[in-house]
C-alpha cells in the first residue's frame, strides 16, 4: 500500500513540473528571440589573435586594410563538412589575390584532428585555433559554419549562418570589396 501511495506522489510531482515547464514554453510563444544572428554586420570586426596550425600567430593588425573572410568550423561539424568543397574552390580561386586573406577559425577541435583534415583537403585558407572561443564569441557566432567577409576598413558587411557554397562566398567577397548587390 505505502509503495502505491509514493508512486502517485512521484507521478503528481512529475506531472505538475512538466505542466509548469509548458506553461513557461507557451508563454515564450510569441516573444521576440533573445539573441539576434548578425550582431557584428555593420560594424567594426571583433579584435583577434589566435593560433595558426603549424605554429606563428594572426592578428587584427595582420588583416588590416585587407578583405577578409572568415569562417568558423569544426572538422567533426557535418554542414562544415559538406561546404568543405566549396571552402576550398573559392580558396583556390582567389588564393593569388593581394587584397584578400582567407581565415578559418577553428572553434573547438583538437590540432591533431585538423592537421589530419588539412593534410587530406589542402585547403589554401589559413586555418587558426580559437580555443577558449574568444573569437567566436567576439563575432557573436552560434555555432558552425558561419563566414564573415570584412571590407579592408575593417567593417564587417557580410555573413552566413550556415553552410556556404562558393557562389554565396563570391557574393560576400563582392560585398566586401564594395559591390554588394541584393
Known amino acids: 500500500m505505502k509503495v502505491r501511495h509514493r508512486a502517485r506522489w512521484v507521478a503528481l510531482t512529475i506531472g505538475l513540473a512538466v505542466a509548469i515547464f509548458g506553461v513557461i514554453l ?3 510563444v510569441n516573444n521576440e528571440p533573445t539573441y539576434k544572428g548578425g550582431v557584428v554586420l555593420g560594424k567594426p570586426a571583433p579584435t583577434v589573435s589566435l593560433e595558426k596550425l603549424g605554429g606563428g600567430t594572426v592578428t587584427s593588425s595582420d588583416l588590416a586594410g ?3 573572410m572568415v569562417n568558423f568550423w569544426n572538422t567533426w561539424c ?4 559538406s ?10 580561386t582567389h588564393e593569388n589575390d593581394p587584397d584578400l586573406v582567407m581565415l ?3 572553434r573547438d577541435d583538437t590540432k ?3 592537421a589530419s583534415w588539412q593534410k587530406a583537403h589542402q585547403s589554401p585558407w589559413t586555418i587558426a585555433f580559437d580555443p577558449q572561443s574568444r573569437a567566436a564569441i567576439d563575432f557573436g557566432t552560434t555555432g ?3 563566414t564573415y567577409a570584412i571590407a579592408a576598413d575593417g567593417t564587417v558587411v557580410a555573413s552566413q549562418l550556415s553552410a556556404v557554397s562558393t557562389a554565396n562566398l563570391e ?3 563582392a560585398c566586401a570589396r564594395g559591390s554588394c548587390q541584393g
Open 104 to 106: 578559418s577559425v577553428v
Open 66 to 68: 585587407k578583405v577578409v
Open 112 to 114: 591533431g584532428a585538423v
Open 83 to 92: 561546404e568543405a568543397g566549396a571552402i576550398a574552390d573559392f580558396g583556390r
Open 78 to 81: 557535418i554542414p562544415c563538412q
Open 26 to 28: 507557451a508563454s515564450q
Open 144 to 146: 558552425q559554419p558561419e
Open 171 to 173: 557574393k560576400m567577397l
